[in-house]
């Protein structure tokens, strides 16, 4: 289809989660919805109006999914990367994941040749057998680089030529040895070849790295993944500095039709020396450089900042000890609590900098114990300077009754990783968190209750991008293994469904534009072939995605 000429879109069943309940049709013109239509009589005049072009559309009309917090750079790297996730990320119906580490392995040995390695899925609390180490992949290969990422992004795992290429090894009599550039904290990980949360940084400069031209047809592969499922807006959670201008030439491709069509949301990473933010006499500004970035579909999101780790990683922070030790090495382990990436005090002055400026800040805490300190700082920050962005705590894995409080107190908002429920909730009952914490894990219940904002989403590559199925888990909070999750935490089909669409849109600061029909918004929306209002609760998942429209672009 071409824009320019009025489009009339009807004959399906609409929900556009406004005050307008009957909507026969909408008219789209320039990407824009014009006119909700209620009246069967107006539909037949538009109808025959040959001024108009008409779409018939078959099967339920929502808003297009809106995915406020995914990888998504990182998720069209993989599709050309090696494959190990336990879970089908690509909606592949040849792919077999890998049950146990020595499947990981035989996965990696496949693809071995002269160049170096790169896969991503790694679980090891979901993938059975021993946890893969440096000499495992060494076996793999000695010769070329082998770099194994976890599921959840916070461990790599490499082997011995990884060391060596970084510098951070030195071959001595058969055997290797550390080198000055190693920090004493990170000897011991360095040692397994198995690098966490801020010692993936020995290791990040000699990741393989692909060309420009390379990324954008991964791009162009995973927004055809995406939107069959329904997406039409997307984050990228972690955009370093360099990659929005490689974005701003992705958008006005998108623009001209000459790029597939996705709206995304980039988050900034934190850092002190950020050019987003420069010195001022009153503190900390905003340059400006939204209105330089900003178009149709690409959006300067908030800025993120990483507070913590993963709950199956074992490295998000407690307040109280793991169920059970680690599957790594670490002093006391019956006492384990996880770690925080700043102190509190560090948090403050991000958190000042951030929002006393006119971010928007993402601040990333799955653990109690992390969150705790995330709103520490936020309250702080609060008695300090007028704060004049929005925040939203990214994952809220394992939030709190009295956290929420806190939240809804200082308008904060909470998104939730819901596919935890599903695809982590026997492990986390069984080994991590035990049942009783695992029951109330992405308490959307409670947050419902209460009025604090919140949203939810997949962290894709973390987990498989499909709102349907988000929606689905938080309706039924069922685990792969059929145990119920605290059906309290459970929310109505309609509540899920604005989760996915109009709530991460007023959280992304762009619900003026996407997230629910309207006029004057985008007219974006998915065609589903049922309605995931009124279906069985239990068959949401098995919903199919006919179509994804984005600007009058199918």
């Not at 900098?353 to 520490?376: K, P």
């Not at 994952?395 to 982590?424: K, M």
């Amino acid at each position: 289809m071409s824009a320019g000429k009025v489009t009339l879109f009807y004959g399906g069943e609409f929900i556009t989660l406004t005050s307008h309940d009957e909507v026969k049709g909408i008219l789209e013109e320039n990407g824009i919805i014009t006119k909700l239509i209620e009246s069967t009589v107006e539909i037949d005049l538009l109808i025959s109006d040959e001024n108009v072009r008409k779409v018939r559309l078959n099967g339920c009309v929502v808003p297009g999914f809106v995915a406020s917090h995914t990888h998504f750079s990182t998720y069209s790297i993989l599709t050309k990367s090696v494959r190990v996730s336990p879970m089908n990320l690509f909606f592949d119906e040849n792919y077999s994941p890998p049950k146990t580490s020595e499947d990981v392995l035989h996965r990696l040995k496949d693809h071995n040749t002269d160049v170096d390695i790169f896969a991503q899925g790694y679980e090891p609390v979901l993938q059975t057998g021993k946890i893969i180490d440096r000499h495992d992949l060494d076996l793999v290969s000695s010769s070329v680089c082998i770099y194994l990422m976890s599921a959840s992004m916070h461990t790599i795992y490499v082997n011995t030529q990884v060391l060596l290429k970084n510098g951070l090894v030195d071959k001595i009599l058969g055997g290797i040895v550390v080198t000055d550039k190693v920090p004493q904290s990170a000897v011991e990980e360095v040692m397994k070849g198995a690098l966490s949360e801020e010692n993936l940084l020995l290791i990040s400069a000699t990741i393989p790295k692909i060309s420009p031209s390379e990324l954008k047809l991964c791009m162009s592969e995973s927004i055809r993944i995406l939107r069959s499922q329904g997406i039409t807006t997307l984050s990228d959670a972690t955009v370093q500095d360099t990659m929005f201008s490689f974005y701003k030439d992705i958008a006005a491709d998108m623009k001209y039709g000459v790029f597939p069509k996705m709206r995304i949301v980039g988050f900034p990473v934190y850092s002190p020396k950020s050019p987003f933010l420069v010195p001022s006499h009153g503190g900390l500004i905003q340059l400006d450089f939204k209105s330089f970035y900003n178009s149709d579909f690409l959006t300067v999101g908030p800025m993120k900042v990483i507070g913590d780790g993963s709950v199956q990683g074992y490295t998000a922070y407690l307040n109280q000890p793991y169920y059970s030790p680690p599957f790594f090495d670490v002093p006391n382990p019956d006492e384990w609590r996880g770690q925080y990436n700043y102190p509190q005090i560090d948090l403050r002055v991000a958190f000042q900098e951030i929002l006393g400026c006119g971010m928007n800040l993402a601040v990333h805490g799955n653990g109690d114990g992390d969150i705790d300190l995330i709103l520490e700082a936020l309250e702080k920050v609060n008695e300090q300077i007028e704060v004049k962005g929005r925040v939203r705590i990214e994952h809220s894995s394992l939030i709190t009754t009295y956290q929420l409080i806190r939240c809804r107190y200082l308008g904060i908002h909470t998104s939730f990783l819901n596919h935890h429920i599903y695809y982590y909730g026997d492990v986390f009952r069984e080994r991590v968190l035990g049942p009783e914490r695992t029951d109330r894990i992405h308490p959307a219940g409670t947050a419902t209750e209460m009025g604090v904002s919140w949203d939810m989403h997949s962290d894709c590559p973390v987990s498989p991008p499909c709102p349907l199925f988000e929606m689905w888990t938080a309706v039924n909070r069922s685990t792969s293994s059929g145990i119920i999750l605290c059906k309290e935490e459970s929310v109505s089909a309609i509540e899920a469904l604005k989760a996915c669409t109009i709530y991460s849109a007023l959280s992304l600061g762009i619900g003026d534009k996407v997230g629910s029909l309207e006029v004057g918004k985008f007219a974006d929306f998915a065609v589903l072939s049922e309605n995931p209002i009124t279906i069985d609760p239990k068959n949401i998942r098995d919903i199919i995605v006919l179509q994804t429209h984005i600007s009058n672009r199918t």
